[in-house]
């Protein structure tokens, strides 16, 4: 994990809620009620987690998915060309 940054499990949560409004203003075929329940119900299936290395690994996995979205959008958005 990036020593850099390091996001308490409740900021992914809120983040990927906010990511989730900014999906649907973007799309408007994003269900927002069924991704939000999608959304809550993974957080909630991994609340009991304690082992810190699979919550490290579940952290990655949440800010890999919050950082593969905005990269598409920068992307189709003209804003990031990869070469």
Known sequence: M???????VRQLY????RLLFHVASEHK????????KLVK???KANANVTDPE??????????????NYVMYISQSKGGFKSS
Do not use: I, W, Y
């Open 2 to 8: 990036n020593q850099g940054f390091n996001p308490s």
């Open 41 to 43: 119900q993974q957080f």
């Open 54 to 67: 699979k919550l490290a690994n579940l952290k990655n996995q949440a800010l890999g998915a919050l950082t």
């Open 29 to 36: 075929s994003v269900n927002v009620p069924e991704v939000r």
């Open 14 to 17: 809120k983040d990927c809620l």
